[in-house]
């Protein structure tokens, strides 16, 4: 398949490339557009045909929910069987914007963008282009990360073109996007909002408006099923080994020597602080506050490539406001976690 490629590079929406992307999405085809966290690959969400492309095209487990992305509360009222105060509430308050609310599916949408649940996953994107294409649309549009099932998530058009050229209809180059983790997945149909999946919104926001915010227990003990089925996953995997490594600068420099002793060529992420007292094969600095880290950690993690390195070791990161969603990426990316 020939993917058409529409290289705006801003945030800014174009009428016509909008017009021609919403016009292959109504016709069933695939294609990737930027939001504020990651590239979503879309496809009308009413439509089971057009929904198993995307499914296809990332080679993705079929138990694995896709998110319904609309453009407004209006068009998010139309999937579910009914919208709990506490729901509408963190709408009103977060979105559009960075999160995700699964809540009870009245059928609107195709079965297998549900996986078979009785709950859907909805979202209302902030990004202009994602707003504007969902508009122009006028049907939720199901839109996981585009990129192939286990790789970290696409934040520039390039990560999105490397892993799904050929395969989707059509891309829009969006610059990179800004947060840089995905949405916050909250399920909503219970008394007590649980967190699935940390991400752009974060805990300490979500309870200064719910109160009492809880997170899926079985993310931090790594025992049990996830209730959002895509944590069970390997995912976010780089290339070559990733070890994460707690501790100050020195500790993390004793393991680099350690493994370049034996001839391993080490790559280093870490924040800007720490990369500076750090020698390395290569050294990629993230920023130097937790959002500056979200926004950069995708792209390092695609940078190291194999050939280069044979071993990236990690820093890691405060698990407060967004330190939570960097945290749950890198445990989930690493193959190891050397604590002292
Ligand atoms: O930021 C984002 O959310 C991006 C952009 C493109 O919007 N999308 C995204 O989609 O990250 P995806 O498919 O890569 O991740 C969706 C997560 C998966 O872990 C999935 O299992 C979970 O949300 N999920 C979706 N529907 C669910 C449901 N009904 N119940 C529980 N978990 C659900
Ligand atoms: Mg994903």
Redesign the pocket.
Known sequence: MQTNRWDLQTEQPNKQVIEEAAHLLKSGQTVAFP?E????LGADATSATAVSGVFQAKGRPED????A?VATKEQLSRLVTELPAIAEKLIDEFTPG?L?L?LPSNGACAKNV?AG?S???V?I?SHPIAQQLLKTCDIPIA????NISGKP?PTTADHVWSDLNGKIAGLIDGGPTGVGV??T?I?CTQQIPVI??P??VTKEQLEQVAGTVMTDPALANKSGQP?????KYTHYAPEVPMWLVAGSAEDIQVVIDTERIQQKRVGVMASTETAGKLQANRVIPLGTSLEEVAAGLYDALREFKNGDVDLILCETFPSTNIGQAIMNRLEKAATAYIKD
């Open positions: 939001t966290t990651v590239y979503g694995n929910p896709l998110i992305h960075p995700t699964v549900t649940l709950t859907i996953g979202r994107p839109a996981p990360s585009a998530s995905e949405s997945v399920d699935l999946r991400g752009g209730k959002a089925p895509g944590m």
